[in-house]
């Protein structure tokens, strides 16, 4: 019984923030002298204890009314119901002038409850404890987002030197095919474009390396770049430390340092990449990058390719715009030894623009050889001309997770309800997908939104909780869910 009074406290105690919620949401677009919403929250569940759990939803509900007094005030009324017994209902008001707020349990409770929530939020320090909770992160997410001052003539002074021995030595290797039919390899079909290949040979590469090492001597403009970069992860370390993410081996500062010592190193290290190409060769690897245009100038194929007869691996973007529908996917190809897999996210649909009519599909595969395997598929449908009314399109989304031998999925859909107004029901199956028990392998949530609302204020003589203390404002709770704990013995 114990247990009952706590889940009735915190169950009360829940229906009291959401309310709160709900009343700052849904009620601030809408007419201020009549009811507003009426939200009716119902579940239900699959599996080998259905039977037993669904008896109990079955009969369970929430409800909230969500509407205004005279004075325009949001007033919001919650209804819990379980077992078939009405458990408690809870009349709220929140004062928009004065910040009060004002609630009242009718049917298990004679008193009135008020409080003004400025004065409570000080009387309880709620700023300081927020602050010795979160302070220390919100110092730290400053430190984060007070990215280094570098200017874009900094960066262009820094990088674009690099960037120019890189481009001569493309342009040195470039052919230049126009009017090809090439193949898309993720995406379906073919298309003709203008196409671009750059394949260095180990001479172009050594030649390069070179060059990079010659500009990297002494260059004042890539270490202050990469200085001012060191100090700015030197003071990531708190972060670090909070996320884990430093480890025990390299802290930020050692990370800092080591770039740092990196640009000092760099000619060397180019230098001594640009032997071993010269002593060792490239064991066969080839590298080539295409670039497929449309004679529009629209991308079509990007491509990088490095790889020898044994091993080889390709990256790419393909784009495929048409007509009232838009395809996009990137892949990364690995082929060891005559065996080929294949990693792609790819997304086909339309924007929606003119009809209204949005949908699409996004999926993420695996394919090793001929076996394609979709590891995660989001596919919707919404129509945004016919909105629900809290201002969902009405539709369906569905998102499928594999594991690579079954199925778990999310669905979401919006239309009419059986009763006047729309249901909102999020359906998840195949839980046991990932847990292994088949005790619970689905549920079924369903938010029914109408415009009937009717709300009943609460009015009369109020006690003032404003300066209650927490412990006072526990014992108020827990008093009060014993009462509505005893109302249903009868």
Known sequence: MGK????????????????CLASGTAFAAEEQT???????????????????????LDSSAIDIAIGADMAGDP??????????????????????????????????DGNLYSANLPQMVQNLNVEEQLNSIFGDAADQLTAVSEYPQISAEEYQAAFAPYLQIIGDTASANMTMEENQEIAFKSLS?????????????????????????????GDAALKNVVVQWADYIRKLEPVLEMTG??????????????????VDQLPALLRQGAEYIRTEGLNGVQFRFKAAVSPEGVPKQ??????????????????????????WAVYMEQSEYGETTMYDLKFSGNSGNDSGLLSGTLSAN??????????????????????????????????????????????????????????????????????GDSSLTGMKINLHASRQAEVEAPSGTFTDISGYTVEQLGELFTELGNKIVSSLQG
């Open 4 to 19: 009952i009074r706590k889940f009735s406290a915190c169950l009360l105690a829940l229906c009291l923030l959401l309310a």
């Open 245 to 262: 993410s430093s480890g025990e081996e390299v802290s930020a500062d050692e990370a800092a340092d080591a770039l740092v010592q990196g």
């Open 34 to 56: 009549q009811g507003v919403l009426d939200l009716r929250l119902t579940a239900s569940v699959e599996g080998e204890d259905a039977q037993e759990i669904n008896s109990v």
């Open 366 to 435: 695996v394919t090793m050889g001929d076996q394609k395997t979709t590891v995660a598929d989001l596919t919707y449908n919404w129509n945004l001309n016919n909105l629900s009314v809290i201002m969902v399109p009405y539709g369906t989304a569905i998102l499928s997770v594999s594991d690579g031998y079954q199925m778990a999925r999310v669905i979401l859909t919006v239309g009419q309800g059986a009763e006047e107004g729309d249901d909102h029901t999020l359906y998840v199956t195949g839980l046991d997908t990932f847990t």
């Open 302 to 327: 990007l491509t990088a390719y490095a790889g020898n007869e044994e091993e080889a691996y390709e990256i790419g973007f393909e784009y495929l715009p048409e007509i009232g529908n838009t395809s």
């Open 189 to 217: 079909g073919t298309a003709v474009c203008d196409v671009a290949v750059i394949e260095p040979t180990e001479e172009d590469l050594i030649n390069m390396l070179e060059a990079m090492a010659d500009q990297a001597e």
């Open 75 to 108: 007033v919001v009324n919650v209804k819990a119901d379980g077992m078939g017994m009405m458990l408690f209902r809870l009349l709220l008001k929140i004062g928009m002038e004065d910040g009060t707020i004002a609630f009242a349990l009718p049917d298990v």
